[in-house]
């Protein structure tokens, strides 16, 4: 990308600009990290050079104040070596691989809400070529692809988009360009995969990815536009998949969280009608679906709800039961019978609406 017309790109696709970008020394230490410090330059942004690998964040105490401020922060770090060794990430895929941690978006029922520790600050990891080096291990030891007859022909696959939206955050960073020529590069059975709610996906559209790079659409009814701030237009993201499938990508959709508000039914079914008018036409997508129903933790329900203190986000004990996790910790989910109900009618209607559709799995 030609860093002299970014900031017009910015304008036109209304990009995420952060209002501060952090790089510690040790980032600096990186070609890659140079690389974001001068792609955050050609926007127009402040880049402020540290000293040390500490983040001096001095957040408001006021905590609305603070979570904008942390939101609005950039911080170039180094991945430290815990991210070199690699966690399962079932159903998803074999393997977790982060090149952030962080998003830009403004979800009501963010997952990382629970998940991260700390201030919502995005930070990058400018030792991407270790970070991409270190794959070459697991290739063919996961459970998920790896193992699973259903799935085997994607191979060893790594999950790019666990603890950030990659999308949200490239034009500033271009890690998920480099991740995808990667791939295309391999001559290993490996696919990368990420999600996003993001639409700008023009940089990708020429790379030679050989079709090792799945990228999944997250998408819930324009209805719920209100509970993702900061996110591409459903449309817009629809038009994005559509880009893609045409570049030759393998496609899919995260249908997720799905939201079993009043009127699901009418909302979920319209949302299917839209992606296959989207996709008519197309080349064939290799299209899948991955069905994942809203849940949230007390931590989580209580981080958000300092958050977006206004949300009308149902996150009562309404149909819902808990359910522990292999961690321990517990989740509020939707109880049985309203998970058998919800599983039958996207079953059926995606059977109807995208008969080609490949259903990866529902929980």
Not at 91 to 112: I, K, Q
Not at 212 to 238: H, K
Not at 249 to 268: D, K, M, N, Q, S
Request: charged share 20%; proline share 7%.
């Amino acid at each position: 990308m030609n860093v002299a017309i970014l900031p017009d790109v910015a304008v036109r696709s209304r990009l995420w600009l952060p209002r501060r970008v952090l790089i510690t020394r040790s980032a600096l230490g990186f070609a890659h990290g140079r690389a974001i410090a001068e792609r955050a330059a050609g926007f127009g942004l402040p880049v402020e050079e540290l000293s040390s690998d500490r983040l001096p964040l001095a957040l408001p105490d006021d905590p609305r104040r603070a979570y904008a401020a942390a939101k609005g922060t950039l911080a170039v770090t180094v991945a430290p070596p815990s991210k070199l060794k690699l966690q399962p990430i079932a159903p998803s895929a074999d393997w977790r691989m982060d090149l952030a941690e962080g998003c830009p978006a403004h979800c009501n029922y963010c997952y990382l809400a629970g998940s991260l520790k700390g201030p919502p600050v995005t930070r990058v990891y400018a030792n991407l070529d270790e970070i991409l080096g270190n794959l070459d291990a697991y290739v063919g030891q996961g459970t998920v692809t790896s193992r699973q007859a259903a799935r085997a022909g994607e191979g060893t696959t790594f999950e790019a988009s666990c603890y950030t939206d990659p999308l949200g955050i490239e034009h500033l960073t271009g890690s998920l360009a480099a991740a995808i020529e990667h791939f295309g590069r391999w001559r290993g059975d490996t696919q990368l995969r990420f999600t996003t709610k993001f639409a700008g996906v023009e940089p990708l559209l020429r790379l030679p990815h050989n079709g090792r790079t799945r990228v999944r659409f997250s998408l819930n009814p324009a209805a719920y536009g209100r509970f993702e701030g900061g996110t591409s237009p459903v449309e817009a993201r629809l038009a994005a998949m559509r880009q893609m499938a045409e570049a030759g990508y393998p496609v899919g959709l995260t249908i997720a969280p799905i939201i079993l508000a009043e009127g699901w039914r009418e909302a979920y079914g319209g949302l299917l009608a839209e992606i296959a008018a989207a996709l008519d036409g197309a080349p064939d997508p290799d299209l899948t679906v991955e069905l994942i129903t809203h849940r949230f933790t007390e931590g989580s329900k209580a981080v958000l709800t300092s958050w977006y203190p206004g949300s009308s986000l149902d996150m009562s004990d309404r149909n819902r039961t808990e359910k522990r996790t292999k961690f321990g910790s517990v989740k509020h989910v939707y109880d049985r019978p309203t998970m058998v109900e919800a599983r039958a009618f996207f079953e059926r209607e995606i059977a109807s609406i995208l008969p080609k559709a490949r259903i990866l799995y529902w929980t």
